[in-house]
T-cell receptor, first 116, second 114 residues
Framework: GENVEQHPSTLSVQEGDSAVIKCTYS??????FPWYKQELGKRPQLIID?????GEKKDQRIAVTLNKTAKHFSLHITETQPEDSAVYFC???????????????FGTGTQLKVEL | KAGVTQTPRYLIKTRGQQVTLSCSPI?????VSWYQQTPGQGLQFLFE???????NKGNFPGRFSGRQFSNSRSEMNVSTLELGDSALYLC?????????????FGQGTRLTVV
């Protein structure tokens, strides 16, 4: 089955700096890659996602890049703010011929701390 | 539009007991998935239901089971509880079958087995 590795497990940056979190996946059939943010005691929430037919996607300060050949994708957060402090999870999923499944395979998470 | 609702929010059970958790998806969503979240293992997929049928299953023992009702509400059951079953159980609902759309998570049920 699919296996997703995520690095680093913890990341500390100064406010205003950029943060990068990297993930690799094992199954070349995976074609959907969401990123979730989970604040302490709260539910995971989608912050950005990318499909395999796209190499990069950006939404304000957040961007995701995908390299299908190398089977890795990355989350980039620019101009970090204290409210960006949370755990970030990458995930991979695949859609079958008959339609989408909802099985997400998650990375182990990155604790991001933005310091003032 | 109400979000994904999970009940109860917290549960304390004794080893050997069984437990049933409930998940009400967003109105109109027919896909419900369940995940177990623990500090050591992260988020692990349990199973997915779509239109009352189990469509995917993760690598969990048979003590973990689920079902979905005609109104898309889903329940998961864990029998013969073990200490290692202590975790946050999250469900996620999704709106369409074909292609990929966002999976919306509930707040979770925190299960503690003593």
């Amino acid at each position: 089955g699919e296996n997703v590795e995520q690095h680093p497990s913890t990341l500390s940056v100064q406010e205003g700096d950029s943060a990068v979190i990297k993930c690799t996946y094992s199954d070349s059939a995976s074609n959907y890659f969401p990123w979730y943010k989970q604040e302490l005691g709260k539910r995971p929430q989608l912050i950005i996602d990318i499909r395999s037919n796209v190499g990069e996607k950006k939404d304000q300060r957040i961007a995701v890049t995908l390299n299908k050949t190398a089977k890795h994708f990355s989350l980039h957060i620019t101009e970090t703010q204290p409210e960006d402090s949370a755990v970030y999870f990458c995930a991979a999923s695949m859609s079958g011929i008959t339609g989408g499944g909802n099985k997400l395979t998650f990375g182990t998470g990155t604790q991001l701390k933005v310091e003032l | 539009k109400a979000g994904v609702t999970q009940t109860p929010r917290y549960l304390i059970k004794t080893r050997g007991q069984q437990v049933t958790l409930s998940c009400s998806p967003i109105s109109g969503h027919r896909s419900v998935s369940w995940y177990q979240q623990t500090p050591g293992q992260g988020l692990q997929f349990l199973f997915e239901y779509f239109s009352e049928t189990q469509r995917n299953k993760g690598n969990f023992p048979g003590r973990f089971s689920g079902r979905q009702f005609s109104n898309s509400r889903s329940e998961m059951n864990v029998s013969t509880l073990e200490l290692g079953d202590s975790a946050l159980y999250l469900c996620a609902s999704r709106g369409v079958d074909r292609g990929h759309t966002e999976a919306f998570f509930g707040q979770g049920t925190r299960l503690t087995v003593v």
